[in-house]
Each structure stands twice: as C-alpha cells, then as structure tokens.
Nanobody, 118 residues
Framework: QVQLVESGGGLVQAGGSLRLSCAASGRTFSSYAMGWFRQPPGKGREFVAR????????VYADSVKGRFTISRDNAKNTVYLQMNSLKREDTAIYYC???????????WGQGTQVTVSS
C-alpha cells in the first residue's frame, strides 16, 4: 500500500511559480513510477508529467513542456512538480499518482488546488 499526500498548492499570479510536493508512505515508494495529473474546472483529469522509479526518465504533456519540471527524492519518499511561468489555464486541482507499467496508476492522492490569476 502507498498513501500519497500532495501539498504546495495555492493562489499565484500569472507568470509566477509554485512547487508541489507529494509525500508517500510505505517502503516501496522507490519501486513505483510517479505521475502528476490535473483537473481544470469543469473538465476531465489530464496528464501533466511522469517520472520513472529511478528518476532517469521524465515525460511531459506538451502544454507544460519547458515550464514544469518533475523530480523525485527516493530517500525522502517525495515527488515534486516545479511549475514556472504559470498561466491561467494551469488552474486546476493537481493530483499525484503512483503506479507500474503493467498496472498503470494504482494509488492516488487527494489533490491540491492551484489557482493562477491574471
């Protein structure tokens, strides 16, 4: 079992930055790939970024490429999402998730709200 708790969300002006954190419980954190997803108001959940268990491979949605950076610290059981040059359209609830290639994302956090004002 892995429990995930996101933090770091809030209200920020367009062009600003935020860093989200996702703290995981459980001894097997380092064996999971981790992902960040988001759900904008009135829309479905969408992929943002993912990182392999070792941190050696990262993938980003086109909409955030060059602005967001995903990273992880397996010693701290934490994955991060550094968000720079934020835009109004980045407003959403952000979720982290843990999974494997075979099973997909099987553990989800409760989400943290990010609001970008103009």
């Amino acid at each position: 079992q892995v429990q995930l708790v996101e933090s770091g969300g809030g209200l920020v002006q367009a062009g600003g930055s935020l860093r989200l954190s996702c703290a995981a419980s459980g001894r097997t954190f380092s064996s999971y790939a981790m992902g960040w997803f988001r759900q904008p108001p009135g829309k479905g959940r969408e992929f943002v970024a993912r990182i392999s268990w070792s941190g050696g491979t990262t993938v980003y949605a086109d909409s955030v490429k060059g602005r967001f950076t995903i990273s992880r610290d397996n010693a701290k059981n934490t994955v991060y999402l550094q968000m720079n040059s934020l835009k109004r359209e980045d407003t959403a609830i952000y979720y982290c998730a843990a999974g494997t290639e075979g099973q997909g994302y099987i553990y989800w956090g409760q989400g943290t709200q990010v609001t970008v004002s103009s």
